[in-house]
Every structure is written in C-alpha cells, then in structure tokens.
T-cell receptor, first 111, second 113 residues
C-alpha cells in the first residue's frame, strides 16, 4: 500500500464550480503538507503549504489538514480554465528531506 | 531569473547506453534533488544533496549515480540504461535540507528502447 493515496481522476468541472481534491495517508509522523500544481509538460510548482492540522486560505485556494483522520484537502473556489492542471499532494516528517507524493489528480475546468 | 534549468529536455537512449542529465539552479539554494515521475506513481525521490559535497540515496536509487559538482549543479547519471528507466526526470532545489518549498525544473523526458 502506498504511503499517500490520491484519486487520479480525471475531474471535469464547469467554470465557476468549486473543485474539491483530497489525499489520504498512512504515516502518522507526517507534519508538513503541501499541494503542488503541475501544468502539462511542466514541472510542479508549490501552491499551498500547511504545517500540522488546520486550514489555510490563499485567494481562491483553501487547504485543510485533518491529522486525526489522516486526510488532507484542497478546495478551489470560482474555478477558471487556467486552473486546469494536475494537482499533487505531498507531505513529509519533521526534519526529513524526503517528500512523499500522491499520484496526482488531473483537473479540467470547462469554459 | 532562470530558476532550475535541466538539460536535455528530451532524450532517446538504447538499452545499455549511458547518459548524464544536467541540472543547474541560480537561486543560491543549498539542497538539490532528483525525482522521477511515472504515470500513477507520483514523484519518487532518486537522490538528493542536502548541501554541497554531500549526496544521499532516496526511494529509488538503483541504476543511478549523482554528482554535486558545486553549489549550483547536480547531475544524474545512468550508467547502463534500461527500459524501466523510461520516465520524466525532474530536478528540484530548496533553500534548506527541509525541502518544503522545492522549486522544480521543467523536466527531462527520457525514453529507453
């Protein structure tokens, strides 16, 4: 079983809809949680970063971490066609160099 | 500001051939990483270098070697390429060893036939 599970989708939504993405994980030692966005044939870029449990909001993006359930989420409000990309969750333990990535969810926002 | 630059962008190798993937960063980052990305597998760490002069194995190091040439450059070598090494390779860098904010290059698409 993978340490980080992420539904690969694909997910297709109309413009303006809320996009909901999530990952589950098995290692309770993970403390840092990230979401990366990857456009087609590009490298991943960091979108959101959260430490431990709680919510974090940045513009149209909200990241949530529920450590008790080992579950993290990313919400995109008022989605735009430019949000069409693959979204990767990633996480790591404290003082650990290694990030564990989910497989990524491909999202298409239809104009 | 170029960020993380990888060369080449595309490469086709025959089984048994060798090649080196180059990576350079201009952000004065201490730590650098090599990942491979395969469909349905996410990104997996091959090797990393926490600082100049040090390298360590990641999750999938077999069949690869690395060199941290200086603070800017971190190369990945395939000594005898195998079809299982067909993948997209990403180099990344971060300020510290705790790579929370890793910056990625554009990737190298490698096919081994």
């Amino acid at each position: 079983q993978k340490e980080v599970e992420q539904d690969p989708g694909p997910l297709s939504v109309p413009e303006g809809a809320i996009v909901s993405l999530n990952c589950t994980y098995s290692n309770s030692a993970f403390q840092y949680f990230m979401w990366y966005r990857q456009y087609s044939r590009k490298g991943p870029e960091l979108l959101m970063y959260t430490y431990s449990s709680g919510n974090k909001e940045d513009g149209r993006f909200t990241a949530q971490v529920d450590k008790s359930s080992k579950y993290i989420s990313l919400f995109i409000r008022d989605s735009q066609p430019s949000d069409s990309a693959t979204y990767l969750c990633a996480m790591r333990r404290s003082n650990d160099y290694k990030l564990s990535f989910g497989a990524g969810t491909t999202v298409t926002v239809r104009a | 500001n170029a960020g993380v630059t990888q060369t080449p962008k595309f490469q086709v190798l025959k089984t048994g051939q060798s090649m080196t993937l180059q990576c350079a960063q201009d952000m004065n980052h201490n730590s650098m990483y090599w990942y491979r990305q395969d469909p349905g597998m996410g990104l997996r760490l091959i090797y990393y270098s926490a600082s100049e002069g040090t390298t360590d194995k990641g999750e999938v190091p077999n069949g690869y070697n690395v060199s941290r040439l200086n603070k800017r450059e971190f190369s990945l070598r395939l000594e005898s390429a195998a079809p299982s090494q067909t993948s997209v390779y990403f180099c990344a860098s971060s300020v510290t060893g705790a790579n929370t904010e890793a910056f990625f290059g554009q990737g190298t698409r490698l096919t081994v036939v």
